[in-house]
């Protein structure tokens, strides 16, 4: 049997999401960024990576939620903001179910970058945790997974030294689970 994994960049070609305002790095940019690195790495072991678009192309939610089927593992790339420079950290929201698997990951880029995980469950949080009370993406089955924060200058420049390790050992992770 053929493995096979969903990984998709979150926002959009349309929506670039966060922005840190000093930097001017868009979320978007570094979702699509770990998305062809994820792809990268999971071909290179024979995996089928479906995604929402290829180079920088970047679908809107609305196309990746297509992709999203039965029991395959999908996991849609964003990185968290807030207004607190110091504010840190890893986190995936999803499902009860996948729990286990949230905290695999979250766990890979804690270690790969030296940064904590966020929340009393080892980085999973529940889909209704945050400032969302439902988020389409986690209705259909895949996880968001919440790499660091854009808006921390130093989770930022530890992100740009180290992204092909992060993505490296996040590929790594996902073998295992699928």
Known sequence: MNKSVIITAGHSNIDCGAINRITGDKESDIAVDMRNMLKHYLELQGVYVSTDGLGKDNQPLKEA??????????????????SNTKAGGVEALAEPRH??????????????????????????????????????????????????????PDELKIWKAKKWIVAKNLAAVILKLI
């Open 99 to 152: 729990l286990h698997v949230c905290q695999q990951l979250c766990k890979s880029i804690s270690e790969s970058m030296g940064i904590p995980l966020r929340g009393q469950d080892n980085g999973w949080k529940a889909e209704d945790s945050g400032q969302h009370s439902k988020l389409a993406y986690v209705s259909k089955g895949g996880i968001i997974l919440e790499m660091f924060f854009i808006s921390n």
């Open 65 to 82: 939620v297509k992709l999203l089927c039965g029991g395959t593992l999908a996991i849609e790339i964003h990185c968290n903001a807030s």
